[in-house]
């Protein structure tokens, strides 16, 4: 199955809002509410920073938002900073099979 | 501190098996559903397996299915994956990965190890 699709690159200054996107089908994103992201740093392991398309686990900023309408995901991140450089990952429960994740193939965010 | 740490993974010859393993600590182990997802700089993140906190109930990507198995030792505190017939594009970094949910999977992974890296090749 179809990996979920995102933009490959995005880019703003700091202090500029951007919105990465995340596009599925009925059967994925816009079936359930099991929509998360993910960020990663290099090197690093990915970090969950939203889950059920708009909850933040404790801890993350609430510079992040997200939010769903029909068949595509979309993050927010507000006020970016230098820190926020990285790739962001969105996934999505899907009931096409028993129970199966998709990912997005990633987008690349430069903060300029 | 929630911690998962992998270990396993080395280099493997295609058809090879291997076995994967996580070590929990932090947190309640045995409440939670658990997962394992796999990382290429080609592929990006690949979900590979889950189980339920009982290791009751298992999935598996089609790409892994009846090649994989997914198990856990709840009075360990470790996840393990099997890893039969393997195959170059097996080649990976793996994580191990907790989820959000308690007792079902919900794909939300909330926390994650630092990986351990597989590599088929002759």
């Known amino acids: 199955q179809s990996a979920l699709t995102q933009p490959a690159s995005v880019s703003g200054s700091p202090g500029q809002s951007i919105t990465i996107s995340c596009t599925g089908t009925r059967s994925d994103v816009g079936d359930y509410d099991h929509v998360s992201w993910y960020q990663q740093h290099p090197g690093k392991a990915p970090k969950l920073i939203i889950f059920d398309i708009t909850k933040r686990p404790s801890g993350v900023s609430n510079r992040f938002s997200a939010s769903k309408s029909g068949d595509t995901a979309s993050l927010t991140i507000s006020g970016l900073q230098a820190e926020d450089e990285g790739d962001y990952y969105c996934s999505a429960y899907t009931s096409s099979r028993p129970f199966h994740v998709l990912f997005g193939g990633g987008t690349n965010l430069a903060v300029l | 501190e929630v911690q998962l740490v992998e270990s396993g993974g080395t280099l493997v010859q295609p058809g090879g098996s291997l076995r994967l393993s996580c070590s929990a600590s932090g947190f309640s182990f045995g409440s939670y559903a658990m997962n394992w997802v796999r990382q290429t700089p080609r592929r990006g993140l690949e979900w590979v397996s889950s189980l339920s906190s009982s290791g009751g109930s298992t999935y598996y990507a089609e790409s892994v299915k009846g090649r994989f198995t997914i198990s856990r030792d709840n009075a360990k505190n470790t996840l393990y994956l099997q890893m039969t017939s393997l195959r170059a594009e097996d080649t990976a970094l793996y994580y191990c990965?907790?989820?959000?949910?308690?007792?079902?999977?919900?794909?939300?992974?909330?926390?994650w190890g630092q990986g351990t890296m597989v590599t088929v090749s002759s």
């Open positions: 990965a907790k989820d959000l949910a308690e007792l079902w999977p919900e794909g939300s992974f909330h926390v």
